[in-house]
């Protein structure tokens, strides 16, 4: 992986891959090394053979990559449960600043490892926020941080939740094809929940036993990622105990934002 243009100096740099390259998770990619010469910045991560989630959700029709449902669920888990240790087993608290499916990798077995460190953030365990420059992706970009770039691990909650409805729909989250309704997913799928058409949230080309308690879960626990508020989305932690089934998941409000 290349950085452009990293903002870091020699120094932060050496210091930030140091403490990442130090993390070892099931679902995190291992950054096995790193290159540092005059501006360039180079990662070296492990190879995931399968490749990144957004070809298996987006690209189903050109390759027959078409992922059933559990293999689904379970990469949105294994994702759910590197963000968790990132954000609260490490030493340091680690924002990752950039989840969206082509930084969710996957080896030869489907297993999920979030991937691409470059931009993440280190925080102390005492910061409950940061100001920093706008990173990141469009659309999968929390509110708070185009309105005044404070963020927190509350950002790749919000990220999160955008990547699980993609894996839910097998669709992006805005896409001008469909009709006007259902061009923004997450106010489509908010809105069928509502009103019981978990269906119409589904991906078509799945099977999917909608009496299956995961799906609605899945589909909820997406809703609760994506509100506006930092403090009604809920810690990764949290987020994990949901999809495990291990606590109720209440009904979520409708989000906000369009």
């Known amino acids: 992986k290349r950085l452009e243009s990293a903002g870091q100096g020699k120094k932060e740099f050496k210091a930030e891959v140091t403490t990442i390259g130090s993390i070892r998770h099931v679902h995190l990619v291992k950054l096995k090394g790193f290159c540092v010469e005059g501006p360039h910045r ?43 240790y990132l954000h609260e087993e490490c030493e340091v608290k680690i924002v990752h600043c950039d989840i969206k499916p082509e930084n969710v990798l996957l080896d030869d077995n489907f297993v999920a490892k979030v991937s691409d460190f470059g931009l993440a953030k280190l925080m102390n365990r005492e910061q409950s926020i940061v ?16 309105t005044n770039f404070a963020i927190s691990e509350k950002s790749d909650v919000y990220s999160y939740g955008m990547v699980l409805l993609e894996i839910i729909g097998g669709r992006k989250n805005y896409d001008s094809r469909h009709n006007s309704e259902k061009a923004h997913f997450p106010s489509y799928a908010s809105k069928m929940l509502e009103e019981g058409k978990l269906k119409e949230i589904l991906d078509t080309e799945l ?3 909608e009496k299956d308690e995961r799906v609605v879960t899945a589909i909820k626990v997406a809703m609760w990622c994506i509100q506006d508020e930092m403090h009604l ?15 109720d998941v209440p009904p979520p409000p409708p989000p906000t934002s369009s």
């Open 131 to 146: 100001y920093t420059t706008l990173r990141g992706t469009r659309g999968y970009l929390a509110p708070e941080w185009i």
């Open 42 to 84: 180079l990662l070296v991560y492990e190879y995931m053979r399968k490749g990144s989630l957004d070809k298996w959700i987006f690209n189903k029709n050109e390759e027959g990559n078409l992922l059933d449902w559990d293999t689904r669920f379970n990469i949105a888990l294994g994702t759910a449960k590197g963000l968790a």
């Open 207 to 209: 099977e999917i036993d």
């Open 233 to 247: 989305r809920p810690p990764m932690a949290k987020v994990v105990q949901m999809l495990q089934g291990l606590c």
